[in-house]
Structures are given as C-alpha cells and as structure tokens.
C-alpha cells in the first residue's frame, strides 16, 4: 500500500511516515487512527479495532507530517485557515487531519488505505457480507439498470459495495463517476473520474460536487455513479438526473436504515429546492428502484449488507433482511 510514495517528491512524507509504516505494509489493515502522536488505533479485517503500541516522537512531529502530505499534493495549507486537511494519495488512500486550532489536545491523523484487491459481488459473497441469492438478485438489477441508493454510517462499507457493483457493469456502457475525494476504483473500459475536492486556499470559484453532477449529464453517460450525496444542492442535481430518465443512477450517503435514507435524501433535496417534501418524495419513489443499507456489526467484527428495499407501487417494500442473531438472511418475497 502506498507505493506511489517511492518517487522522489515523497521522500520526506516517506520519513515522516515511519512510525506506521508497518500498518501501513499491512495487508489487513484499512484504516489508520492517530487520536494523538502517542495514542495510535488500527482497524484489522482479521483483528477488528486495536489500539497499537506504536507512536511518533511528539506532536510536532504529527504535524509535520502533515504538513509535508498537503506540500506533496500542492495542496493549501495554513495552521490556522486551515486546520482540517482532507486529501487523497497517489494510491488511493484517504486522509483527514486537523491540527491543534481544530482539536486542541493535538493534531489528529486518519488514513483509510487503498486495497489492492478490490471486492467484487462473488468476493463479498465469500465473505458473507452478502450471500448467494443476494449476489445474483444485485447482478440482475446492475444489468437492467436500475437506479440504487447506498446508506449507511461512516465505515459501514458503502464505497466498497458501489465498488463491487461497479464491476457487474457491462463493458459496453459508458460510466461518468462524481466524488467528493475519487474513492471509487471503476475497471471499466469508457469511464471519466471527476473529483470536487477543493485544493486551493485561494479559489473563489470551487468545483463542487453538484456541477460535476450536472456535468456529468452531458458526458453521454450509460451510467453515473455520485460517492456520496452531502450537501443540498449536490441533492438537487441528483433529483434532477433521476428525473431526466437516466438507468444506472447509484449514489450513497449517511443514514440510520433504509427509510432513513429516503427521508434524509429528501430533506437534502428540499435544502436546494422549491419543490414540497411530498412531491420530491413521490419523484425518488417513482425513479429509485432500490435502496441498500450497509452495517458494521461490531459483535462480529464484520460489514454486513443488512437490508434490500425495492420500491414498489410507490412504496418501500422489504426484499432481504439480516439476522444478526443467525448471520443469514431471509428473502421478504419468499417468505412474504
């Protein structure tokens, strides 16, 4: 993992890197937690969460390094202006920092690693994230092109299951991805990446994640697939896209369940809107066609997909839900 950091330009982030390197070599861990210069987490897919015995010299040092990743990526940076850096490595891998003007006790370091080995649906299968039935009903639905919403809570595995539908795609169509930071690894032969990540300090008119959306619509897409929905008028640009008649439509963003994500998306949506609630509600029922809800079960240590919504007549209707007490799922249709 991080291999892009050999070249040259990358020397002094390498040094600074040091005390983590060997989570950082890990083949099992995704994510990197620097709460302090000495208090260090890991998040194992073996081991689960851990706290490390590693640490760096001091909390200068943390910052440093910080610092040495935005002058890398010629990314603004000021102490005080500021003192939350998000960015994304050459290899893929995320990170957040703050520093002290943010998070008092100390700078603060995240690092969410880029896998090598992407999951695919028959991967996620095997690690029962999904079962069987699941993996061929989200087969059948990538290939008819129906338009998917992706919840859950941070860490919960919502870029990896758009990752892995990605990969069902045919090759024949054309894929225009819209991210906030680029997290979605697309293996596709005619695919454009578009980032809204804003890297200079002194840009007055930012790249937003809603016109690369609206962007995105003239790129003659078969498919579009946004990161994750934050913000309303990145939420008014996807409602409009539905609306176009566009397939192949999938977007994530944060929510308790299912229906949470409905009510949250069309909360975000009326932030950028005039439109009532009740209309944009009855528009998403009528050109969503399913909704997923991923889960990190922390007694098992494992992602779950725990909930398929299929909307219906204008209604959610239930079609797989998890059962946390047996690790299996029961299909709603069959069972009625």
């Known amino acids: 993992m991080l291999t892009a950091l050999t070249a040259d330009d990358w020397e002094l982030v390498r040094f600074y890197l040091s005390p983590i390197q060997s989570l950082i070599d890990s083949d099992t861990v995704t994510n990197i937690m620097v709460n302090r210069y000495d208090d260090i987490w890991a998040d194992d897919l073996d081991k689960g969460m851990y706290r490390t015995n590693l640490s760096f010299q001091t909390d200068a040092a943390v910052a440093t390094l910080i610092e040495q990743i935005a002058n890398a990526l010629s990314q603004y940076f000021d102490p005080v202006k ?79 299951l758009l990752n892995a539908l990605s990969f069902a795609i045919p090759p024949r169509d054309r894929i225009v991805i819209c991210e906030d930071v680029a997290e979605i690894k697309i293996h596709a032969p005619n695919a454009i990446q578009m980032e809204a990540q804003k890297r200079d300090g002194d840009d007055t008119d930012p790249v937003t994640l809603a016109k690369l959306l609206a962007t995105s619509l003239r790129q003659r897409p078969d498919r579009i697939i946004v990161g994750e929905i934050r913000e309303p008028d990145a939420a008014d640009v996807f409602y409009q ?55 990190f079960l922390a007694e098992r240590e494992r992602r779950r997909l725990v909930e398929i919504y299929a909307v219906e007549a204008g209604e959610l209707k239930p079609r797989f839900i998890y059962n946390a007490d047996n690790d299996t799922w029961s299909n709603k249709e069959i069972t009625g």
Request: with cysteine; glycine share 6%; aromatic share 4%.
């Open 82 to 160: 500021t003192p939350i850096i998000n960015a994304r490595l050459p290899d893929g891998s995320r990170v957040c920092a703050t520093l002290p003007s943010a998070t008092p006790s100390g700078c603060t370091l995240s690092i969410r690693l880029h896998r090598r080995d992407s999951l695919d649906l028959e991967r996620m299968a095997q690690t029962n994230t999904i079962n069987s039935e699941i993996k061929l009903f989200l087969l059948d639905a990538v290939e008819r092109g129906d338009n998917l919403l992706v919840s859950g809570a941070t860490n919960s595995g919502k870029t990896t």
């Open 241 to 295: 896209a539905l609306n176009t008649g566009h397939r192949g439509v999938y977007t994530s963003l944060h929510a308790n369940n299912s229906r949470a994500a409905l009510n949250r998306l069309v909360s975000l949506t009326a932030g950028g809107s005039k439109l009532p609630f009740n209309v944009i509600e009855s528009e998403y029922l009528h050109n969503l066609d399913l909704f997923l809800h991923m889960d």
